[in-house]
Nanobody, 131 residues
Framework: VQLVESGGGLVQAGGSLRLSCTASGFTFDDVNYAIAWFRQAPGKEREGISCINTSEGRTYYADPVKGRFTISSDEAKNTVYLEMNSLKPEDTAVYYC???????????????????????WGQGTQVTVSS
């Protein structure tokens, strides 16, 4: 399984970006999966911010991004997106996507946003929000 993130960049506060996480090594149509977005700012722990879990048909958001970020998937492209609106300087971080396959249950929002749940990770993409 490989995950490749793209779409990061520099944006002014209040602006928008859309991150993409393209998966290979498995097909969205063939297996239940959970794909989550995490971010890590310098000197801080990796933070789970959003997840899509197809076994539950649910999405999850951490409180700091709820109402501003939207996660979605495109099965035809084997890609998960993170639409980020109303960006703030505190959103500045390296953003990672991570995947877990064959999941048949959910672990609730807190559980699904734990880094340890995910064995497969992308390389990260930098998001910088200027004030």
């Amino acid at each position: 399984v490989q995950l490749v993130e793209s779409g990061g960049g520099l944006v002014q506060a209040g602006g928008s970006l859309r991150l993409s996480c393209t998966a290979s090594g498995f097909t969205f149509d063939d297996v239940n999966y959970a794909i989550a977005w995490f971010r890590q700012a310098p000197g801080k722990e990796r933070e789970g911010i959003s997840c899509i879990n197809t076994s539950e048909g649910r999405t999850y958001y951490a409180d700091p991004v709820k109402g501003r970020f939207t996660i979605s998937s495109d099965e035809a492209k084997n890609t998960v997106y993170l639409e980020m609106n109303s960006l703030k300087p505190e959103d500045t971080a390296v953003y990672y996507c991570a995947a877990r396959l064959g999941l048949n249950i959910g672990f609730g929002r807190q559980g699904m946003l734990q880094p340890g749940r995910y064995p497969y990770w992308g390389q990260g993409t930098q998001v910088t929000v200027s004030s």
